[in-house]
């Protein structure tokens, strides 16, 4: 059995905090099809995503908005890199935060669109990482208290993974 812990996170705000809509924020290199998927027809739930396309699973293009225009996809091509990523990742947050009153974030991360990653294409490094954790953390300010949530789930480099979930953890703990 395989569980999307993003969705599972999400619902449970829902249901045990009293979260009225929860935004996620995905940017694993790969498009998240299984939770676009779920939320699709659901008002209370945002979705935005950067990814690499086309790459696995296929899915993710911008036209994919969901039945309340409450999907963001900002695919991304292979070889990009930084500047193409911060652009992306600004506009879904922003059109996705927009869109919400009074939210909880939640945010999965993955760090496969790192540079060093063989599973994609894309040329991120850690200061992107700890620039796109602190960039989510403004939005969450301002639109729900701070409130965020982080879903570590993916990248397939070592090296790449451990330095960008430590500037991560570091951006997030303020530094
Ligand atoms: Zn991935």
């Given at each position: 059995?395989?569980?999307n812990s993003?969705?599972?996170?999400?619902?449970?705000?829902q249901a045990a905090y009293g979260a009225e809509r929860v935004a996620i924020v995905d940017f694993d290199v790969h498009h998240g099809n299984g939770t676009q998927d779920?939320?699709?027809?659901?008002?209370?739930?945002?979705?935005?995503?950067t990814h690499e396309m086309p790459l696995y699973p296929g899915t993710g293009a911008l036209s994919e908005r969901g039945e309340h225009d409450q999907i963001v996809n900002c695919?991304?091509?292979?070889?990009?890199?930084?500047?193409?990523?911060?652009?992306?990742?600004?506009?879904?947050s922003c059109r996705v935060l927009r869109r919400s009153a009074r939210i909880s974030s939640s945010f999965?991360?993955?760090?496969d669109a790192h540079r060093l990653d063989p599973l994609a294409n894309l040329n991120l490094v850690e200061a992107d990482y700890a620039w796109a954790t602190r960039r989510l953390m403004a939005a969450a300010d301002k639109s729900c208290n701070g409130r965020v949530?982080?879903?570590l789930e993916g990248g397939y480099d070592l090296d790449g993974?451990?330095?960008s979930a430590a500037a991560h953890v570091a951006a997030l703990m303020g530094a």
């Amino acid at each position: 059995m395989l569980f999307n812990s993003a969705a599972v996170a999400a619902r449970h705000a829902q249901a045990a905090y009293g979260a009225e809509r929860v935004a996620i924020v995905d940017f694993d290199v790969h498009h998240g099809n299984g939770t676009q998927d779920i939320f699709w027809d659901d008002a209370s739930v945002l979705y935005g995503s950067t990814h690499e396309m086309p790459l696995y699973p296929g899915t993710g293009a911008l036209s994919e908005r969901g039945e309340h225009d409450q999907i963001v996809n900002c695919p991304l091509r292979a070889g990009d890199g930084g500047e193409a990523f911060r652009e992306a990742l600004g506009a879904a947050s922003c059109r996705v935060l927009r869109r919400s009153a009074r939210i909880s974030s939640s945010f999965r991360r993955a760090f496969d669109a790192h540079r060093l990653d063989p599973l994609a294409n894309l040329n991120l490094v850690e200061a992107d990482y700890a620039w796109a954790t602190r960039r989510l953390m403004a939005a969450a300010d301002k639109s729900c208290n701070g409130r965020v949530v982080s879903l570590l789930e993916g990248g397939y480099d070592l090296d790449g993974l451990s330095r960008s979930a430590a500037a991560h953890v570091a951006a997030l703990m303020g530094a």
